[in-house]
């Protein structure tokens, strides 16, 4: 298992390990001991498996007051992945990171507390898996807009579908100081 540290405190890219043959592969997707050995020493209390189709955008969500830690992977299919740092205090606030998730790369993204999250999809379809460290709840639900041009993600395709709720998100400047988490930032 290989796990890169990204340009955003606490945000870790894990390659795992994949042992394929002729039958297909295997490959553990969790296993405390070792992720904990990796530096990503968490306790996930809910599972969550979202289908998707082609061109549909998810996000970018977040909990304010029961942030989720996030670790996210693709089962079937390819999405491009992002978060977004809203850690009110943290050096890189409002800075975002994107990644290609596969069934084939099975790369995992983890996401600690305190940044919005959101993904596209590539493929087809795709299903999306996250493990979370809180509970979801919907009264907790807030998120930004997708295409904020202060945080400038670049996704890769032009005419989202979107949800009603997702599509009136508000822009990052619009948040108040008490729409962001408070949380520590990992060094």
């Known amino acids: 298992m290989k796990v890169e540290k990204t340009s955003l405190p606490g945000l870790y890219v894990i390659e795992p390990l994949v042992f394929e ?14 992720y904990r050995e990796n530096g990503i020493d968490v306790d996930f209390v809910q599972d969550n498996h979202s289908h998707s189709r082609r ?8 909990q304010l007051y029961k942030p989720q830690g996030k670790l996210v992977y693709v ?32 790369l995992q993204l983890y996401i600690p507390p305190g940044f919005a999250h959101g993904f596209c999809v590539l493929s087809d379809t795709a299903d999306f898996v996250y493990k979370c460290t809180d509970f979801y709840d919907p009264g907790d639900e ?14 890769p395709i032009k005419n ?3 949800s ?6 508000p822009f990052l ?4 100081e008490e729409d962001v988490p408070v949380m520590e930032v990992e060094k």
Request: hydrophobic residues 35%; glycine residues 12%; without cysteine.
């Open 75 to 106: 089962i079937s299919g390819k999405v491009f992945d992002v978060a977004v740092d809203i850690r009110k205090g943290s050096p890189t606030f409002g800075k975002w990171f994107g990644i290609i998730l596969s069934d084939e790369n099975h």
């Open 142 to 155: 807030h998120g930004l807009r997708w295409d904020d041009p202060s945080i400038g993600i670049k996704w």
């Open 55 to 62: 061109g549909v955008l998810r996000g970018l969500h977040y």
């Open 164 to 169: 009603q709720k997702d599509s009136q998100l």
């Open 173 to 176: 400047e619009n948040l108040s």
């Open 21 to 34: 043959d002729n039958r297909g592969y295997l490959l553990e997707t969790w296993q405390a001991r070792r």
């Open 160 to 162: 989202p579908v979107l």
